[in-house]
């Protein structure tokens, strides 16, 4: 019986193919007969399909701009498992950014679509992804990864390709140090954050002693490395430098701090451990200062840390709504559309669509208003400058970093986390890359 | 478990007097032990006096160790009765414990949304507690016998693999529902415990001096209400089990479920009433949890589950006493090494091997004593 | 093995014998092809094309046959047709690899019956051995992570991957042995437990090692990692311009490292296929299976209980020590996220759903979940993503796409997918697609939903077909 079944199912499958599936299975395949009458000549044997392969990479068709022709932006960010959260609010920031901007191109006579896809966070998946992707010729550009150990062994396959990445949220510093035309950040990086911050405490808040925590995930132990770093280079005392995993239970690494009694206490991570920890530590009697990463940079941190976080400091790189208006809009424009508060890396994932879509207009202009190559629009994406984005400004450099990133250091204005977006930027620093 | 004549006052006391013990005993042992190597490695360290750190930061290590044994114990014990009477291993059990504490937090949340919620302390801040325990309890237990009923009863006679592998499954099924649930409804990850009712107040009890400034031990209001409602749970359960028909019953089955069906004990039922109770102390366990930690996420049930499952398996699983002790030991355990690991090894280990630490206590109490501290029945039966 | 009467043959099975069987599987397989040369991306196809492969092993022809069919399919047809989208390549290295480390794990847990939740680690020694021997790690042993620099050197030759893949070998193995021992005296639940601790422990490890000494740089990962030289025809432009003529699109040096990458995978698929052959019709084999259904009769026969048990988990573990080593080169960078609790269980449901104890089974299973994991699923979401952004209904309603959430896509619920599949194999067919005879036989002992006749009807032990 279940093997009748089985066979059955292929012959089905074979069936269904032959009637319906054979000149063009993907609706996105990119319109077929102008690409073959251009290519053909040039070709062997199965012309069609090596045409439609051949058509992005090598020269630019004819008249690609043939209506509906699909131009896809790629997302790869983890939808599943824990970190799902933050993946998501890429997805969904690069889709508002889609639907808000895409018209450009559509204007032009091209179709804009995203094509979301899950990395589950792990590095598999990311790189299978990775090939998916560069083999649909569609796809001109991507946003992605959160986590940085995804993003290198996945932008190999993107350099391989020469598809554009625009990065969201990877601040580890591997990711622009290979040199890659195609990679790019929007994000600064640890090496920056963790010495902004640390400076920041010396200079402004006057602390002689810090306590160090970090969440064992690349982020957050890269800036607290670089903060440790730099408070043991300018001498200042690192009384203690933990990691933990732990989500909610931090009862047993606040004792210690109480018995260093630091002047500060810095966690290298998101908010969702922060918000807890700091509550717990202020709880528990640690009157110690407290300091973090744009991890921190979420109203939740405030919901999850009351009145603990009140007052703290963070460092960030993204714009605070009241110096960057269009943040204010995002965030109304994000909730209406998704029905989900904001979370980081959502404003990181619309800017990161928004250059891409940038780059692809810009490519395509400059190719006569043609379906331009991966190649040109990876050219024009690092040639970006100045993109006026809700996260700052975006010149890259020619390692993919932002050439002038902006780091703000902000103070938690309230407990309420409805007063989020009042907090005050207490100083801006403009520091060019490494 | 041994056939005796049941005083109910007696089953009342006993367990009480045993809870004490428990935390009296591993307290100072582990203490002991925690001290005598900070006077050994003493003079390694120039730049503080390790001892007096020790000494000094000792009370408030137990303190935190205590509680959570206490919620060690509690989850424990759902591991423990499950397979006391059916020698599986329950592995969804730590999402049964996630489900409770979502359903405490919503409802409380709900609470608050209806401003019912009192910000300082009152007795209707007690109340609506309660309230949120008992209904995640409810909905951990109506789960846990839905579990029982749809994953595992089928499966009973099957190899002992095959339920087991079925749990896992639930408990990835479980997980995921939850996700779904939240970012369908909520469109959020985890949901946060109220603030309310002046939970987070500290009581002082003492101050030590060190380096020149006071140390103040307290212990918090949630720290005591877990240890009260904790207390309560494992001496309740203990009633049951020791001292009722019910309880009766269900040792009849733990001990031959074929002849208790002979005796006229319907199986079936008290193997589903047995999943009730251990997964609404599951569910229990889980809104303290929350309450003490302000947090609820959908996989926050796999790690606490698996070392309530080390406490179980260290007590001597099947025995209830036995969960209440390796639950105490196993808190006492972390929490000493995660307190005091980073201190004595200067930073070169820290915090983040707690966990492996309980791991390592698992495969050396597997290895050296199979059948847990307090076993005397064999637990490897085929 | 005698040949099979035809009445033990479904009546597809039938469809397929003789010579016009042959003619029709040939033809299946060749349509497949063509159809991926004209659509290289086509999910469709590319099921077709792997159910092609599936035919192949289930047509009744003579074992050489369908040897020769099968090796021209994986060797020659497959990567011929990876030039079009490298996508196939990496799937078939993944469903290679996977299959392989499955086949690993069932020897533990389907032959030798002792559930190992914690696989991955051994996979994790592997990996980490040529991660570490493989990159510069070594010189940046005294340096926290994320700080140093790349070095245009290595400080070991790369061919040294080729002796490493026997060193990961038996560092796993060392490593089985080393969980074996204090554990031995465990049985069923509570070796599941302590293995998934174990598996946590070496993750954790993994995680933390980079203090006091860097030996694993934290959860910065191990990058760059080498692999290992090509002869240098292989790597010369003259190649490349040659495949990239065939292929239609550039193909660059890390396009020939994915063929490479196939290949390697394939052949240790192949050797693990046959060692897990022989093993299971050797007497060490039914040492496993005696301890795996009665211990105590099992040592009262005379099996060593203590060292059987011991191989199983060193053999077991050895699978994945190798494939470790060669993921490592492959991904030239490995951190500890690979090696969480989900990757075993994810392991241990390619075994479940294939067939405990069933060689062929456990290959299907894992080509299954893979496809599912990499594959099918994200292809299925991005489907309904483009509908979505489209304007158009969901058929027979007036429901226009759009308004679906996003909460529904089906790539996020994997692991809901797997625990359901879990779950549902579990109670209706625990012995797996492809069940083994004695699975099969001791998961239906009672007479319970099948009539007698229906066993015996349609269901050869594809097992043992090869050996004709």
Known sequence: MRMRTLLLTVFVITALLVTACAPAPEPSAPAPAATEAEAAPAEAAPTEAAAEEAAPAEAAPADAAAAGTVIKIASQTPLSGPQSVLGTAIKNGAQLALEQNGSALQEMGFTVELAPYDDQATPDTGVANAKQIVADPAVLCLVGHLNSGVMIPSMEVYHNAQLAAVSPANTNPTITERGYAEVNR??????????????????????TSVYIIHDKTSYGQGVAEFFRQSAEANGMTVL?????????????????????????????GIYSQGGILFKQAREKGVTAQFMGPDGMDSSELASLGGDAVAGMYYSSVAGPANVYPATEQFIADYEARFGEQTQPFAAQGYDSMGICLQGIAAAMEANGGQLPTREQVAAAVRATADYPGITGSVSFNDKGDKTVATYFVLQVASADPAQWNTNQVIKSLDIAAP | MRVRRPNPLMEILRPLGQLLLFILGSSVVISGITILIAVLIRGTRTDMDLLQITLVLLPQVLIDGIVLGFMYATIALGYTMVYGVLEFINFAHGEFFMFGAFAGVELLIWMQGQGWL?????????????????????????????????????????????????????????????????????GAFYRSFPTFGGFSERITLFTLPLDGRDITIAIQL?????????IVMLVGLNYLVNATRLGKAIRSVAQDRNTSYLMGVDVNRIIALTFLIGGALGGAAGVLWAFRFTRADPYMGFLPGLKAFTAAVLGGIGSIVGAMLGGMVLGLLESFAASYLSIFTQGAFGAEYKDIFAFAILILILIFRPSGLLGGKTTQKA | MSAQSSAQLSPIQRMLKGPLGLILVFAISVGASYLFVLSPRSLIVRLLLLGSLLLIYYMPQKGWIKLLFGGVMLLIVLPYLGLFNPFLMELGFQIAAFATLALGLNIVVGFAGLLDLGYVAFFAVGAYLWAFFGSQQIWHMDEPPG?????????????????????????????????????????????????????????VLANNLDKPINLTNGPQGITPIQRPPLPAYFTSQEFLNQLSDIAGRPISLNDIYGFFFYFVAIVVLIIAIFLARRLDNSKLGRSWTAIREDDVAAVAMGVPLRRTKLTAFAIGASFSGAMGVIYAANRTFVSPETFSLTASISILVMVILGGLGSIPGVVLGAAIVTLLNIDFLQTLSLQLSSLRQGSGFIPLTSIPWSSLPT????????????????????????EGIIPSQRQRLELHEEPVDEPEGAVIEGEIEPDHKLEN
Do not use: C, H, K
């Open chain 1, 186 to 207: 929007i994000v600064g990086r640890d090496d920056v954050q963790g010495v902004v911050g640390e400076t920041f405490a010396r200079e402004e808040m006057g602390v």
């Open chain 1, 240 to 268: 203690g430098f933990e990691g933990t995993e732990e989500q909610a239970n931090f009862d047993s690494i606040i004792t210690p701090i109480i018995a260093a009694n630091p002047d500060l206490v810095y966690f290298g």
């Open chain 2, 118 to 186: 009192p910000a300082d302390q009152s007795v209707m801040a007690y109340v609506f507690l309660g309230l949120a325990i008992i209904v995640g309890m409810i909905v951990s237990g109506t789960i846990s016998v839905t579990t029982e009923r749809i994953a595992y009863r089928p499966l009973r006679g099957a190899p002992r693999l095959v339920p087991l592998i079925s749990a896992i499954g639930v408990s990835f099924l479980l997980q995921d529902v939850m996700r779904f649930y939240q970012s369908a409804v909520n």
């Open chain 2, 222 to 230: 949630t720290s005591i209400v877990i240890i009260v409602a904790g």
């Open chain 3, 147 to 203: 700080t140093f620099t790349i070095y245009p050197t290595f400080p070991f030759p790369a061919w040294w991957f080729w002796p490493f893949l026997i060193v990961g070998i038996i560092a796993a193995a060392i490593t089985g042995i080393m969980l074996g021992f204090p554990v031995l005296r465990l049985r069923g639940d509570y070796l599941a437990i302590v293995t998934l601790g174990f598996g946590e422990v070496i993750r």
């Open chain 3, 407 to 430: 909460q529904l896509d089906p790539a996020r619920y994997q692991r809901l997918f797997f625990g359901l599949l879990l779950v549902v194999m579990m109670i209706f067919r625990p």
